[in-house]
């Protein structure tokens, strides 16, 4: 198989499912899809079912849970307090963002959450 990205497909964790079901070792599974046997090692660990057999969906969920946390968090989530607070400066109050910006900074200087710039009210 031709190895377009760094991520497995659905294609492959079948191809894995197969081969380990069939007996074959880590290593020639790797051979067969271009793949380090470490990969193959750590996507059977990810898709292990309580009963030690691997399933392909789970090492798939296991790994779109991962990608999910990895993001970066934004700052202004509507119905957070700073939202809200950006949100009435902004529209009844009618401060610019730079305004509003330093007035959150000032309000809570030791918390770094609350504090957002000018450029992410934009």
Known sequence: MDRRSKHLSSEERGV???EHNRGSSQR???GLLG???STICR???RGRQEDGR????GGRLVYGVRRERCR???KLTQGSAAYRFVHD???YHRWSPEQIAHKLRLMKPDNPIARVSHETIY
Do not use: D, T, V
């Open 16 to 18: 894995i499912f197969a």
């Open 28 to 30: 020639s599974i790797g």
């Open 35 to 37: 793949r380090p046997a």
């Open 43 to 45: 996507e059977l660990a």
């Open 54 to 57: 691997y399933c392909p969906q």
């Open 72 to 74: 970066r968090q934004r």
């Open 89 to 91: 400066h902004l529209i």
